[in-house]
């Protein structure tokens, strides 16, 4: 079996964010408190379910989808320079993810695959904007979906 191991998931989702350089600051968790200037981060588990495609007749494979989002203060200047530099930010760190599609965590152990495409029936990656409030705070967000993909998470039935 697999290790089904969601910290180590999100270590490899911030760890990457925080080798990018591009980001002021990484959290493992959804903002409550106003992030610190410049571009910020933050990644989470949103979804996890079985994967139909690679789990078989005695065992369950999962996919988890991860949301990491980028905020920048929605009233910084120049206005028109907000949406490029949160791409930016997150296309260098969705390079990143693309050049290890395999996540281990420290001790080597593989925990799954990156699925930028969704082949293990999932939606493939996407970046979607949006605007969010924080401590009576606007910000400009764009939010990055990945699919990681396990396999063998779960045995099925008693005698498996």
């Known amino acids: ?38 571009i910020t981060a933050a990644g989470w588990l949103s979804v996890v379910m079985p994967a139909p495609m690679r789990s078989g007749l005695a065992v369950t494979s999962a996919r988890s989808t991860w949301m990491v989002r980028a905020h920048l203060n929605l009233f910084r200047e120049p ?10 930010a997150m296309s260098t760190l969705l390079g990143l993810y693309m050049d290890d599609l395999t996540i281990t965590n420290a001790a080597g152990d593989l925990l799954g695959e990156f699925d930028p495409m969704g082949y293990a029936g999932g939606q493939p990656f996407q970046l979607l904007a949006g605007y969010l409030e924080i401590g009576k705070k606007h910000f400009r967000t764009l939010d990055l979906s990945i699919s990681i993909a396990t396999d063998d998470c779960w045995a099925q039935g008693r005698d498996a």
Do not use: C
């Open 79 to 88: 206005r028109d320079a907000i949406d490029p530099a949160l791409l930016s």
């Open 1 to 38: 079996m697999a290790t089904f191991d969601p910290a180590g998931m999100q270590d490899w989702l911030v760890s990457h964010a925080l080798a990018s350089g591009v980001f002021s600051s990484v959290n493992g968790h959804e903002a409550t408190d106003v992030p610190d200037p410049g």
